[in-house]
């Protein structure tokens, strides 16, 4: 295959109700650029990516590039289906979902025509993903525990109207008590340790650094934050030190490395990046694959 042919991934629940329709502006970009493509809509929340038979028109040749046109998590289960299939083509995603973090870890512009100029610069870069239990791949973030609560509690007109607001609104809505759990945690080669906390939060490589003050020492690609505190106060506190504010939360262990082992009987539904899944175990082991993606940015 000589000439780029891309498959649009493009999911249609992504974001809500939109004053433009973004699949128009993509469609008319490829058309005016001359640039062979086949759309592929999800079309339901949630969808599974294997509907779209990715692999059967990777090997029948029809495509040697993506692009991901959704939110964080249509990003993560392409991402996903594609390192499960050995099929990791470079990856573009324009991003119309309701929060669009990893776009914000990418340096995407803002405008959207300019996302897909930058498609014809070529420009690729190789990034890391985090494998949760040999099986879950994520782009950014790894959530046990309380802080899950919110993604859950979203509404979804909430998230339609309001972004990434919607979490935090969600938050204060849903979470005022915080149980803590013996958590015991394993980082690298060092000695196990055991804390209560109510959440874990796991962040890989740039994904942390929106959030870890930049002075602090970097020690590896995963940074891991043990969450103690004991009211919604102490939570609100926490966010601000630790996002706005760029200073080491008071109320968290935080610590760095290449691989850590979690043991923890949290609730079972565990946040990676833009999506909610099930994992029925109380051991997470989670490990880097260094720079196994390739985006187009």
């Not at 999911?11 to 759309?39: M, V, Y």
């Not at 525990?145 to 339609?160: I, M, R």
């Not at 109510?198 to 740039?206: C, D, G, K, Y």
């Not at 691989?259 to 946040?271: A, D, R």
């Amino acid at each position: 295959m000589s000439k780029d042919q891309y498959l649009i991934i493009y999911n249609e629940c992504s974001g809500g109700k939109k004053l433009r329709d973004p699949k128009q502006a993509i469609k008319k970009f490829f058309e005016r650029e001359k640039i062979p493509h086949t759309f592929c809509f999800l079309c339901a929340p949630q969808e599974k990516i294997d509907n779209l038979d990715i692999q059967k028109r990777y090997d029948n040749n029809e495509f040697n590039k993506i692009l991901v046109a959704g939110g964080d998590g249509t990003l993560r289960r392409t991402i996903e289906y594609l390192y499960k299939n050995d099929c990791l083509v470079p990856v573009g995603f324009y991003p119309i979902g309701s929060a669009n973090t990893y776009a914000r870890i990418l340096n995407l512009p803002l405008q959207p025509q300019q996302i897909l100029k930058n498609l014809l610069k070529r420009r690729h870069r190789h990034m890391s993903l985090g494998l949760l239990n040999k099986e879950h791949i994520f782009l950014w973030a790894a959530c046990f525990g309380k802080v899950v609560e919110p993604t859950l509690q979203a509404e979804s007109h909430a998230k339609d109207l309001l972004g990434g607001i919607a979490y935090l609104l969600a938050t204060l809505k849903s979470i005022t008590k915080f149980p803590h759990i013996p958590v015991s945690y394993h980082i690298d080669q060092e000695k196990s340790q055991t804390n209560q906390a109510h959440s874990a939060l796991v962040l890989l490589n740039e994904g942390a650094r929106m959030f870890v003050p930049v002075s602090q020492k970097w020690d590896g690609d995963l940074k891991f934050f043990l969450l103690k505190n004991e009211n919604l106060l102490g939570f609100i506190q926490l966010l601000c030190q630790a996002y706005m504010l760029k200073q080491e939360p008071k109320n968290a262990d935080v610590l760095s490395g290449q691989s850590i082992l979690i043991k923890g009987e949290f609730e079972k539904k565990i946040h990676l990046d833009g999506d909610t899944i099930d994992e029925h175990t109380g051991t997470y082991h989670i490990e880097v694959l260094d720079e196994v993606a390739t985006f187009l940015c």
